[in-house]
């Protein structure tokens, strides 16, 4: 998270986020996109047309959990 905020990076898109990813981009104001499409051009063309749930919390549970 730390290297994405020093990018200037404002958004990210996974298919799942756990607790330690979710906390830091958090901390960082970085975006977090869901999406379990299957290609890269056909997530990248739903985010920018808006198509993308943003979540603002974990959506799996830790490793160690």
Do not use: R
Request: charged letters at 15%; glycine letters at 8%.
């Amino acid at each position: 998270a730390q290297l994405m905020a020093k990018e200037s990076v404002s958004s990210v898109i996974s298919g799942n986020y756990g607790p330690n990813a979710s906390s830091g981009l958090n901390a960082l104001n970085i975006k977090m996109y869901s999406s379990k499409v299957d290609t890269i051009k056909n997530v990248i063309d739903n985010f920018l047309a808006g198509n993308l749930v943003e979540v603002h919390d974990a959506t799996v549970k830790g490793h160690h959990s």
